[in-house]
Protein backbone atom coordinates (compact mmCIF):
# COMPACT_ATOMS: atom_id res chain seq x y z
CA UNK A 1 0.00 0.00 0.00
CA UNK A 2 1.13 3.48 -0.95
CA UNK A 3 2.72 6.41 1.30
CA UNK A 4 1.51 9.50 -0.18
CA UNK A 5 3.93 12.58 0.88
CA UNK A 6 3.13 15.96 -0.04
CA UNK A 7 6.29 18.06 -1.18
CA UNK A 8 7.59 21.18 -2.74
CA UNK A 9 9.33 20.31 -6.15
CA UNK A 10 12.75 22.06 -5.99
CA UNK A 11 14.31 20.26 -9.13
CA UNK A 12 13.03 18.23 -12.27
CA UNK A 13 15.89 17.75 -14.30
CA UNK A 14 17.25 15.40 -16.82
CA UNK A 15 18.27 11.82 -15.77
CA UNK A 16 19.68 9.53 -18.43
CA UNK A 17 16.40 7.96 -19.90
CA UNK A 18 14.59 10.05 -17.36
CA UNK A 19 14.07 12.71 -15.25
CA UNK A 20 14.90 12.96 -11.10
CA UNK A 21 12.67 14.54 -9.20
CA UNK A 22 13.05 16.30 -5.45
CA UNK A 23 12.16 18.67 -3.52
CA UNK A 24 11.43 19.47 0.62
CA UNK A 25 8.41 17.38 2.24
CA UNK A 26 6.04 19.24 3.73
CA UNK A 27 4.47 18.46 6.80
CA UNK A 28 1.69 21.02 7.56
CA UNK A 29 3.02 23.93 5.52
CA UNK A 30 6.92 23.43 7.07
CA UNK A 31 9.00 22.35 4.36
CA UNK A 32 11.72 19.91 6.66
CA UNK A 33 13.49 17.33 4.61
CA UNK A 34 14.69 16.42 1.14
CA UNK A 35 12.59 13.75 -0.39
CA UNK A 36 13.90 12.48 -4.06
CA UNK A 37 11.28 9.74 -5.79
CA UNK A 38 13.49 6.88 -7.54
CA UNK A 39 12.51 3.82 -9.81
CA UNK A 40 13.85 0.32 -9.52
CA UNK A 41 15.52 0.96 -12.91
CA UNK A 42 19.28 0.68 -12.18
CA UNK A 43 20.15 4.62 -12.13
CA UNK A 44 16.50 4.85 -10.29
CA UNK A 45 15.40 7.98 -13.05
CA UNK A 46 12.10 8.59 -13.07
CA UNK A 47 9.85 7.49 -16.65
CA UNK A 48 7.70 10.31 -17.94
CA UNK A 49 4.49 8.05 -17.02
CA UNK A 50 5.27 7.74 -13.68
CA UNK A 51 6.25 11.47 -12.48
CA UNK A 52 3.10 12.74 -14.57
CA UNK A 53 -0.43 14.31 -13.28
CA UNK A 54 -3.52 12.54 -13.99
CA UNK A 55 -4.27 15.13 -16.69
CA UNK A 56 -0.43 13.79 -18.27
CA UNK A 57 1.14 17.28 -17.39
CA UNK A 58 4.40 17.01 -15.61
CA UNK A 59 5.46 18.63 -12.55
CA UNK A 60 7.36 21.80 -12.56
CA UNK A 61 9.70 23.56 -10.40
CA UNK A 62 7.75 24.88 -6.64
CA UNK A 63 4.92 22.58 -7.25
CA UNK A 64 3.38 21.49 -4.32
CA UNK A 65 2.57 17.73 -5.18
CA UNK A 66 1.66 14.59 -3.55
CA UNK A 67 3.56 11.38 -4.39
CA UNK A 68 2.85 7.57 -3.72
CA UNK A 69 5.50 6.35 -2.25
CA UNK A 70 6.33 2.51 -1.36
CA UNK A 71 9.17 2.47 0.92
CA UNK A 72 12.21 4.27 2.42
CA UNK A 73 15.00 4.02 -0.45
CA UNK A 74 18.16 5.09 1.27
CA UNK A 75 21.50 4.49 -1.29
CA UNK A 76 24.72 5.61 0.13
CA UNK A 77 25.07 9.32 0.56
CA UNK A 78 21.41 9.34 -0.80
CA UNK A 79 18.93 8.97 2.45
CA UNK A 80 16.47 11.08 0.60
CA UNK A 81 15.55 8.22 -1.86
CA UNK A 82 11.84 6.55 -1.60
CA UNK A 83 10.82 4.39 -3.76
CA UNK A 84 7.98 5.68 -5.97
CA UNK A 85 4.80 3.74 -7.03
CA UNK A 86 4.55 3.25 -10.52
CA UNK A 87 0.87 2.29 -10.64
CA UNK A 88 -0.25 5.51 -9.00
CA UNK A 89 -0.39 9.47 -10.62
CA UNK A 90 0.96 12.33 -8.63
CA UNK A 91 -1.26 15.20 -7.55
CA UNK A 92 -0.44 18.97 -7.98
CA UNK A 93 -2.20 20.61 -5.46
CA UNK A 94 -0.77 23.79 -4.96
CA UNK A 95 1.92 26.28 -6.20
CA UNK A 96 4.68 27.11 -3.46
CA UNK A 97 4.23 30.79 -3.49
CA UNK A 98 5.61 32.06 -0.37
CA UNK A 99 9.53 33.57 -0.89
CA UNK A 100 9.15 34.58 3.17
CA UNK A 101 9.64 31.63 4.10
CA UNK A 102 12.53 29.35 2.66
CA UNK A 103 13.04 25.80 1.60
Known sequence: MAIVKRMVCLANSRKLSGRCVAGKELVGDRPLRWLRPVST????????YERQYEDGSDPHV???LEVP????????YQ????LLDPDAYWR???T????????
Not at 69 to 76: H, M
Open 41 to 48: REHEEVSE
Open 62 to 64: LDI
Open 69 to 76: LLAAQPKG
Open 79 to 82: QENW
Open 92 to 94: KVG
Open 96 to 103: WNDVSRPC
